[in-house]
């Protein structure tokens, strides 16, 4: 090999393929889904169960309730109390890690292979035999309440949340936090936690997913043993309406007094997981606000320096999520920052991308695919929302030819139809006294200021 | 016992003095290519706190070859990610991408260790720096409790140790820093001999040989890296039990307490590891046991092992109470929980080894990870090997080790008590929905 000069980009070496690894399929009697793939690169596996138990199903007055029956979990089995749970998890080194969002609840584990059929029996406990005891769900509550508190006084949890309320009209879902409020998680009681089991936690409707050093036989054989007496069904996921609160522009300030930076959140409701969209949103959004090179990034941090960082994200669930775009500025160019973003955005929408734009965008979502199917767990939970959103089974063998067939109409064509700038609301939490005027002054919409919380 | 690990990892060092490990491991067709520079905050003089990490930033703003924004955007359009951080003992950088750009990020890394200069420009820097303390406001100054670690690295480490500041260093300093800083920290400390170079994942061995003598082999050797500013040696010990109350504008009380304990290159630092597993990692540890679950005083309980290799590392415990919690109390709690670690039991060691082991062998599940695990035993220990036999010395860890350490470490000569609490006139009130 003669050495090139160095002031040409080294030419790419021949590409080797890259394949989803290959799943293997079935289903219990109970109708329980299992999925799993081989993994044998290290002696790790990661056990996932997947259920339709998510906070987009229930009620205002019920905010909070999957979360917090999902961390009650670690209050005890009929076999075992808390801390003995903890215990026989941790010597095999294994910890229960419960995620729940709007669409599902997620109960999960790694452990060593060697350690699996323990874990397994131990899950099995968890999600099946649930103790709940009056003592420890009162403790969890407690933590739950004393989080809300931090999470309210947390700046950028303050502008997301006010944000989503600004997004959606009362009564959706969405628009309001996750984990609930003080109203509707303070009267949570055991009985709580056993009505949403009852009602959600069951194997028809819900998947099991085993990714690592373990084959199908076994996965199968071991399903069977721990989650072959489960029974029952969950009722379908409800649609959800997302009605937005307002289609006309507006500026809202939310002050916070003394504030040495403002967060900033502009958007609107975006779109569901099931967008005809998908592939042509995703490399419009890259272009946008999704990677290092989006052109608000370009702009507001290494043009402006106003930011350490602006991103775009589309939010995909059930129903429409929330379309946002977030950066933390300096109090003094809040309102720069502001028009610098409006002007992007609205940019991006009426000119399209370009077309390098979109290659390079098409190029680094279908390169870095296989950098987000490193581990076990990375693999389980795309796996996982092939199951939540019922994508077809071979939905990630076509994804790479997928994101690389999107063309520059069909990217300009999701700008125009996933974002409206007439319908954005501009959210600022910040110091309202230094930043009202100058957001004033960019006569873009009218400025509120809110209420001091 | 737990399972012994077996990264293959070949070791070579170029006649720059840059010391470079191949890891093979082809089950995913992508390459994690992972640069150690040993230097850190550590090495910042008075006036210069922050520097090196704003310098970590100037590292992405171009080279000679490559214009500003390049290397961001051909390592995104070739399908990588990348990302460099900023440490008290050394800085890193890393790129991980699909298999056929290993050229490609080789290249972009070797540019900006030899020829960064030329690329080098005020406007580059002003920008970087409002960047930077934008950053700063973001993660410290514009959170509850974000100055934790000015107080206590301030509390632990004498003015004259060089961890006695923070990473991030402070606002005046940052805004301070020059082109000469750059251009001299530059030639300084991004030598080649002051760096490990470690490629791990699906790549031909005699391609990266080549590629790596192609790319770096050509840059000069430095000059022998300085010895540290101040004084880096210091007493075992704090010598007392200092403390600071901060009233704040937090949701809740927080109390936090830091030990000076052995450093990472010492053998006492796995009993030292391992005690702070036991108290404070997964839910049977003894804080989450204690101060949560039975005496409901905490709603939140960490600890943390600082892996520091200059004088002394440091144990971090804290607890955040609740709106109407006594700090007192939590602070009581807290050292009874530490003192009583004198005595551990077999169970508890192998608990705290067999969650380490899986979160090791899940960190090693990605070679971005991997490569970087390599670098580090490379650079504080001169033997990358170390990743392979990590866990056996802690396994083999006992009792009467974790006693030993407890007995001359943990004590109320070496205490630093940071106490958070709610400001004045602002008292709990009912959290608005």
Not at chain 1, 248 to 267: K, L, M, N, Y
Not at chain 2, 28 to 55: C, D, I, M, Q
Not at chain 2, 128 to 144: A, G, I, L, T
Request: hydrophobic share 40%; with cysteine.
């Amino acid at each position: 090999m003669s050495a090139p000069s160095r002031s040409t980009v080294p030419p790419a070496g021949p590409v080797r393929s890259f394949d989803f690894p290959s799943v293997s399929r079935g289903a219990l009697d109970n109708g329980l889904r299992i999925r799993s793939v081989q993994v044998p690169r290290l002696p790790v596996v990661t056990a996932m169960m997947v259920l339709d138990a998510g906070e987009g199903l229930l009620e205002g007055a019920q905010a909070g309730l999957a979360v917090q029956t999902g961390d009650c979990l670690e209050g005890g089995t009929a076999k075992r109390t808390g801390i003995e749970l903890a215990e026989a998890l941790e010597s095999i080194g294994a910890g229960l890690s419960v995620g729940t969002g709007w669409d599902s609840t997620t109960v999960s584990l790694s452990c060593m292979a060697d350690r699996l059929d323990e874990a397994m029996g131990l899950l099995s406990e968890v999600l099946l035999q649930p103790s709940f005891p009056e003592d420890e769900v009162e403790r969890i509550r407690g933590q739950r309440l004393a989080a809300i508190r931090q999470r309210d006084m947390d700046p950028a949890g303050v502008a997301t949340l006010a944000s989503r309320r600004l997004t959606y009209a009362e009564g959706v879902p969405y628009g309001r936090p996750l984990s609930g409020t003080v109203e509707s998680v303070g009267p949570f009681t055991p009985d709580s936690a056993w009505g949403f089991l009852e009602a959600r936690y069951r194997p028809g409707g819900s998947g099991f997913v085993v990714v690592g050093d373990v084959d199908a036989g076994q996965v199968r054989a071991l399903a069977e043993t721990h989650f072959g007496d489960w029974i029952g069904a969950v009722a379908p996921r409800p649609e959800i309406a997302a009605e937005p609160r307002t289609r006309e522009r507006g500026i809202v300030v939310v002050p916070r007094t003394d504030a040495v930076q403002s967060e900033i959140r502009i958007g609107h409701i975006g779109q569901p997981r099931s967008t005809p969209h998908y592939f042509p949103l995703r490399v419009l959004n890259t272009v946008l606000g999704g990677a290092f090179t989006s052109r608000l990034n370009l702009n507001l941090r290494e043009e402006n320096g106003f930011t350490y960082g602006v991103r775009s994200r589309f939010l995909l669930r059930t129903g429409a999520g929330p379309w946002s775009v977030s950066a933390a500025v300096g109090t003094d160019v809040t309102a720069d920052a502001v028009r610098e973003a409006l002007s992007e955005i609205t940019t991006l929408v009426a000119e399209g991308p370009t077309e390098e734009e979109v290659s390079a965008a098409r190029d680094y979502l279908a390169g870095v695919f296989p950098l987000q199917l490193e581990t076990t767990g990375q693999i389980a939970s795309q796996i996982a929302e092939l199951l939540i959103y019922d994508l077809p089974d071979n939905y990630y063998s076509d994804y790479r030819d997928r994101i690389r067939s999107v063309t520059l109409d069909e990217a300009h064509e999701a700008a125009r139809s996933c974002i409206r700038p007439d319908e954005m609301t501009v959210l600022v939490s910040g110091d309202a006294d230094e930043i009202k005027g100058p957001l004033e002054e960019l006569d873009w919409a009218a400025v509120t200021v809110e209420a001091e919380s | 016992m737990s399972a012994m690990l077996s990264i293959p990892i070949e070791r070579f060092t170029l006649d720059n003095g840059l010391r470079v490990n191949l890891s093979h491991d082809p089950s995913t067709p992508v390459v994690g290519v992972n640069l150690w520079y040993g230097v850190g905050s550590r090495n910042e003089r008075e006036g210069k706190t922050g520097f090196a990490h704003l310098f970590e930033h100037m590292m992405f703003q171009g080279s000679e070859h490559v214009p500003k924004n390049r290397h961001f955007e051909l390592i995104e359009k070739a399908g990588g990610s990348l990302n460099a951080t900023t440490w008290f003992d050394r800085t890193n950088y890393f790129e991980t991408v699909p298999s056929h750009h290993l050229e490609l990020a080789l290249w972009l890394e070797s540019d900006r260790m030899g020829w960064m200069l030329p690329a080098m420009t005020q406007e580059k820097l002003d920008n970087q720096r409002d960047v930077v303390m934008n950053e700063k406001r973001q993660r410290h100054d514009n959170q509850p409790y974000g100055d934790w670690d000015e107080w206590i690295q301030g509390m632990v480490y004498p003015a004259s140790h060089p961890y006695h500041h923070t990473v991030i260093g402070s606002m005046e300093d940052i805004e301070a820093a020059t082109l000469d800083d750059v251009a001299e920290f530059f030639q300084t400390y991004y030598v080649p001999n002051n760096a490990v170079l470690t490629v791990c994942g699906d790549f031909g061995r005699e391609e990266a040989l080549v590629l790596i003598e192609r790319h770096f082999g050509g840059i000069a050797r430095g000059g022998d890296i300085p010895v540290l500013p101040g004084d880096p040696n210091l007493d075992p010990v704090i010598g007392g039990t200092v403390r600071e109350r901060v009233e704040a504008d937090v949701p809740l009380p927080r109390v936090l307490m830091a030990y000076r304990v052995p450093p990472y290159t010492h053998a006492e630092f796995y009993a030292a590891d391992i005690a702070g597993s036991v108290l404070g990692s997964g839910r049977a540890s003894r804080l989450y046991r204690s101060l949560v679950r039975e005496q409901r005083l905490a709603k939140d309980v960490t600890s943390f092992v600082f892996p520091l290799t200059s004088g002394a590392g440091m144990l971090l415990v804290w607890a955040t109470g609740f709106p109407d919690g006594d700090p007192d109390e939590i602070e009581g709690a807290l050292v009874a929980e530490v003192e009583g670690l004198a005595s551990v039991t077999d169970q508890e060691i192998q608990r705290a080894v067999a969650l380490t082991e899986t979160g090791l062998i899940r960190q090693i599940e990605r070679v971005g990870d991997r490569a970087d695990l390599v670098s580090m035993f490379d650079q504080l220990f001169d033997d990358p090997e170390r990743l392979n036999s990590e866990l056996e010395r802690l396994g083999a860890v006992t009792p009467e080790d974790v006693s030993t350490f407890v007995g001359r470490f943990l004590g109320d000569d070496n205490r630093a008590v940071l106490t958070y609490v709610l400001e004045t006139g602002k008292s709990p009130a009912p959290v608005t929905t």
